[in-house]
Nanobody
Framework: QVQLVESGGGLVQAGGSLRLSCAASGRTFSRRAMSWFRQAPGKEREFVSGITNSGSSTYSTDSVKGRFTISRDNAKNMVYLQMNSLKPEDTAIYYC?????????????????WGQGTQVTVSS
């Protein structure tokens, strides 16, 4: 497993931007795909964006495509989520997750390490 700590959440107006960061510790980081999930009040946790271990491929759910960008820096053991054109429906707790393999998955059970989450609130 790896230990994950998210930061960068906060309160922003609709149309604004935030950049989430996830710091990872552990020697297996560069061999794991990484993803961001989110959970809104009263809703199931959902996949947002994923990136392969090398960073060569990314995927985002339809609701955030064109607005959110996931990236990683393996030299720094960091993963980022740049969120632009934020909408009130993006309000949620955002979690960083490390997959057990090289390829991301939209399914939570493919991840064995999770951060504590960071709150993102978008006001209208």
């Amino acid at each position: 497993q790896v230990q994950l700590v998210e930061s960068g959440g906060g309160l922003v107006q609709a149309g604004g931007s935030l950049r989430l960061s996830c710091a990872a510790s552990g020697r297996t980081f560069s061999r794991r795909a990484m993803s961001w999930f989110r959970q809104a009040p009263g809703k199931e946790r959902e996949f947002v964006s994923g990136i392969t271990n090398s960073g060569s491929s990314t995927y985002s759910t339809d609701s955030v495509k064109g607005r959110f960008t996931i990236s990683r820096d393996n030299a720094k053991n960091m993963v980022y989520l740049q969120m632009n054109s934020l909408k009130p429906e993006d309000t949620a707790i955002y979690y960083c997750a490390a997959a057990t393999g090289l390829i991301y998955s939209t399914v939570a059970r493919a991840y064995d390490s999770w951060g504590q989450g960071t709150q993102v609130t978008v006001s209208s």
